[in-house]
């Protein structure tokens, strides 16, 4: 795949994660909730999530609800 496409995607799903503005972090660096965004964010062909919102902070659990369905659509 060419480089600009992998931006492209990479991106596109960090903007629908709200995560563009950590996309130059290591995901070691992320708290336990924000591994599971770049978990998701990986996008391979199938998940297998056990409780997937349980590291997330209230605040964000919600939209990180959305956010999956958005994904599985």
Do not use: Y
Not at 41 to 53: C, G, V, W
């Amino acid at each position: 795949m060419a480089k600009k496409e992998v931006k492209k995607r990479v991106e596109a799903v960090a903007k629908l994660l709200q995560m563009g503005n950590f996309l130059k972090r290591c995901p070691a660096a992320f708290s336990g909730g924000w591994r599971q965004r770049v978990a998701i964010a990986r996008n391979p062909d199938m998940f297998l999530f056990d409780e997937p919102l349980l590291n997330i902070g209230v605040l964000i659990r919600h939209d990180t609800r959305l956010d999956i369905s958005k994904l599985h659509a």
